[in-house]
């Protein structure tokens, strides 16, 4: 995150003022709301609405889908909107893919802030797959406590390996029955700590992590506490996007914002 007290901001010129998407939803997207706020650029936030309560954002605040990349080009012509910035999760391909259809199609420049990927360290015991029907595929053979710290959208997919015990970290109460004959919910929602991942390993007694590799500090204790423990872990690659503009700092989207469009970052570089 960066200082915001100490860091001079550029300036952006206000003939060529722009007007701001943030396709939201993570720790990075509201590091950037406050960026923006703070340095008086225009710009909206938007959630997909997955949350029961999102977290308040410094910006002007929409909650729900485009319907698509037409309803998000039309977005973008409605809202007069200058810069697409998607600070989405690295496995929300869809709405990533149709961002960089929409910018495309409606000569918006597009940039993307993202956080780089986790990388192995001594110590650590991962498996690496391809994508979730792998994740699955790979959790055959006899019944363990597995920790799916994976949010709720694939827990369905896991059915197919019904003789483990699961256990689910999830940010909000699950509103239908999950498909799994034996799980257990913890319903909490990060940044998390190791000393609070370690306790939750060693009071489930897991014995496997799944995992996203989400990159990013506040889902990264899971991992510190599977090394200390000496617990194996599932890692599932991010999702493969096509080439586009991308940065990992709040300052680098700052910085494009105050040179405007005329980078040539933008269009499906
Ligand atoms: N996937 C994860 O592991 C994960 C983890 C943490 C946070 N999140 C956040 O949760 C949200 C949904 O993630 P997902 O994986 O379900 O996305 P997804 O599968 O890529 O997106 C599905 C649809 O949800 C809508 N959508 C997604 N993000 C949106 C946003 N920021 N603003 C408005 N509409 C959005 C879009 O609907 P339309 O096509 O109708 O526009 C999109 O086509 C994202 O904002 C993401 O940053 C995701």
Known sequence: MPDLHHKPLPRVSPKHAPNVLVLGGTTEAGA??????????????????????????????????????????????????????????????????????????????????????????????????????????????????????????????????????????????PAAPIPLPDHHVVVDRGPFDV???????????????VSKNAGGEGASAKLAAARQLGVPVLMVQRPILPARAEVHEVDAVLAWLGHGATLGVARGV
């Open 195 to 209: 000393a609070g991942d370690l306790a939750l390993l060693q009071r489930h007694r897991i014995e496997l992590v």
């Open 32 to 173: 950037l709301a406050q960026a923006l706020a703070a340095s008086g650029i225009r710009a909206c936030y938007s959630y997909a609405g997955r949350v029961q309560t999102p977290r308040p954002q410094p910006l002007p605040t929409r909650v729900g889908g485009f319907g698509g990349v037409a309803g998000l080009v039309r977005y973008l012509a409605d809202e007069r909107i200058t810069h697409l910035i998607d600070a989405t999760h690295p496995f929300a391909a869809r709405m990533s893919a149709n961002a960089i259809v929409a910018a495309r199609q409606a000569g918006v420049p597009l940039i993307v802030l993202t956080r780089p990927a986790w990388t192995a360290q001594a110590g650590d015991r991962w498996q690496t797959v391809a994508d979730m029907p792998s994740a699955v595929a790979a959790l055959g053979g006899a019944p363990r406590r597995v920790l799916l710290a994976l949010g709720r959208m694939h827990l369905a997919e896991f059915a197919a390996q019904p003789q483990h015990h699961y256990v689910l970290r999830l940010v909000d109460p």
